[in-house]
């Protein structure tokens, strides 16, 4: 993916969002999810979770929740794992700081 890529697609999820366009939106979030940057996967994964959430698919949600916190745990482990307990289940294992959830 280019540098500015990852930026540009961020946007177009965004925008498919907010006009319901969820099949656009995941594509979009697919694409961040399948790079090899660290962040924008993380990111991807997120956007996923978050689809699937607007769709009431909490389930499905908690896998891609799981792969963000594979993707990048030191980004935010624990707000990460919150949005892992929001989506219906605990976040299992212990937390340590410098690694995120276990």
Same mark, same amino acid.
């Given at each position: =993916?280019?540098?500015?890529?990852?930026?540009?697609? @961020? $946007?177009?999820?965004?925008?498919?969002?907010?006009?319901?366009?969820? %099949?656009?939106?995941? =594509? %979009?979030?697919?694409?961040?999810? $399948?790079?090899?940057?660290?962040?924008?996967?993380?990111?991807?994964? =997120?956007?996923?979770?978050? $689809?699937?959430?607007? *769709?009431?698919?909490?389930? @499905?949600?908690?896998?891609?929740?799981? *792969?963000?916190?594979?993707?990048?745990?030191?980004?935010?482990?624990? *707000?990460? $794992?919150?949005?892992?307990?929001?989506?219906?289940?605990?976040?299992?294992?212990?937390?340590?700081?410098? *690694?995120?959830?276990?």
């Amino acid at each position: =993916m280019d540098p500015g890529a990852g930026l540009i697609a @961020n $946007g177009r999820w965004q925008v498919h969002v907010l006009r319901e366009e969820w %099949e656009q939106a995941e =594509m %979009e979030a697919r694409k961040l999810a $399948g790079t090899d940057d660290a962040y924008w996967k993380w990111l991807g994964s =997120m956007h996923l979770a978050t $689809g699937e959430l607007y *769709r009431g698919r909490s389930q @499905n949600a908690l896998s891609f929740f799981r *792969r963000a916190v594979e993707a990048y745990p030191e980004l935010d482990p624990g *707000r990460t $794992g919150a949005w892992v307990a929001s989506a219906g289940q605990p976040v299992t294992g212990d937390r340590d700081s410098s *690694r995120g959830w276990r």
